[in-house]
């Protein structure tokens, strides 16, 4: 696959989210120790400054129409509520990883629900100020790609 059509090799290699998060320590230990993203490295400075910056495995910049935004918030949630940005987490077993979440702070918005496109998918109001999905596939990708509605755009 090349960058935007051409010939030449992808440049960006890694997608970092930089999230503000009013209670530092409250949200590192729902991302870090409850979700369980490893801790890749930490930073302090002058006036308090913290940062910490935390694995999440392979990243991807998911970019939905609003048609299709508010398609998924139906179908996942059964109405309108995620925010103009959403971070989703792909897991392993989304029931335990939404009551483990939920038992670190966070709050359902709605408990894993199997989707059309074959996962189990769970909203979650989290710190930070973020809204976040935990999914688990049902299908691998080449069981997933035979079924109507899946492919690429390219």
């Known amino acids: 696959m090349t960058a935007a059509g051409n010939d030449q090799p992808p440049t960006v290699r890694q997608l970092r989210l930089v999230v503000e998060a009013d209670d530092y320590d409250a949200a590192v230990a ?8 490893p801790e890749q490295a930490a930073y302090s400075g002058g006036d308090g400054a913290r940062v910490v910056i935390l694995e999440a495995g ?4 998911e970019l939905a129409n609003p048609a299709q935004k ?14 103009r940005l959403r971070v989703a987490f792909e897991v392993d077993d989304s029931r335990v990883v939404t009551e483990r979440l939920v038992a670190a ?7 894993p ?20 999905t935990v ?20």
């Open 105 to 111: 702070g966070a709050t359902e918005v709605a408990p």
């Open 113 to 132: 629900t199997v989707t059309p496109w074959q996962s189990l998918n769970a909203r979650l109001d989290g710190p930070a100020g973020l809204h976040l």
């Open 70 to 83: 508010r398609m998924i918030d139906e179908v996942e949630v059964g109405r309108q509520v995620a925010p």
């Open 30 to 37: 729902f991302f870090r120790d409850a979700l369980g993203l």
């Open 58 to 61: 392979r990243a991807t910049l």
């Open 135 to 154: 999914f688990q596939e049902l299908l691998d990708p080449e069981e997933r790609s035979t079924r109507d509605g899946f492919g690429t755009d390219a």
